[in-house]
């Protein structure tokens, strides 16, 4: 099936700095990848739709500036995490769709764990 | 709008005893997608099954099994014969087609050895 991959798998970072999560898939093209972000023991939610070769759409609440959706080609989009701050601590988990499967089915990065101190 | 809803925050079962996820959603669409995925500790998302709106066959696969009803929207998720290695939290989702997933809030379930 279709693999969707994401880097790094964990980091920890100071206050104030950026960091950026890489999301590939790996065996197909996607125009569509889909930011999600989840906190402990709550479910996972919609951060932003990241369209290749145009400006993500963010979910109402989520700050854009804040967190930065760039999808540069049609296997990367990358989400930069800009002056991290503890309260950015998460797991974050990127999605896409194989176009080709017409199914609809989601096929999930291995997600982040982000830890801000 | 799409909504999913698991009621059960949290079960606790005896490894062997069966246990079912209850998962209810709410759609205008006529067509949509319907997911369950599961959760280890470790965090990734394992996807366990995809059910398209239009088929309302159920499903089994080894211990698993899955009873989708339309006219309660309802998708159910089954486990017999729970072992250990169950242990995790598992989310029901929804999808209309090529829009956004909705996840709901996830069950928890822990196997008891």
């Known amino acids: 099936g279709a693999v969707v991959s994401q880097h790094p798998s964990w980091v920890i970072c100071k206050s104030g700095t950026s960091v950026k999560i890489e999301c590939r898939s790996l065996?197909?093209?996607?125009?569509?990848m889909f930011w999600y972000r989840q906190f402990p023991k709550q479910s996972l939610m919609l951060m932003a739709t990241s369209n290749e070769g145009s400006k993500a759409t963010y979910e109402q609440g989520v700050e854009k500036d804040k967190f930065l959706i760039n999808h540069a080609s049609l296997t990367l989009s990358t989400l930069t995490v800009t002056s991290a701050h503890p309260e950015d601590s998460s797991f974050y988990i990127c999605s896409a769709r194989e176009p080709r499967a017409n199914t609809g089915e989601l096929f999930f990065g291995e997600g982040s764990r982000l830890t801000v101190l | 709008a799409q909504k999913v809803t698991q009621a059960q925050t949290e079960i606790s079962v005896v490894e062997k005893e069966d246990v079912t996820l209850d998962c209810v959603y709410e759609t205008r669409d006529t067509t949509y997608y319907l997911f369950w995925y599961k959760q280890p500790p470790s965090g990734e998302l394992v996807f366990l099954i995809r059910r398209n709106s239009f088929d309302e066959q159920n499903e089994i696969s080894g211990r698993y099994s899955w009873n989708f009803q339309k006219s309660t929207s309802s998708f159910n998720f089954t486990i017999t014969a729970s072992q250990v290695v169950d242990s995790a939290v598992y989310f029901c989702a929804f999808s209309g087609g090529y829009q956004k997933v909705t996840f709901g809030t996830g069950t928890k379930l822990q196997v008891i050895p």
């Open positions: 065996d197909f093209q996607a125009t569509t």
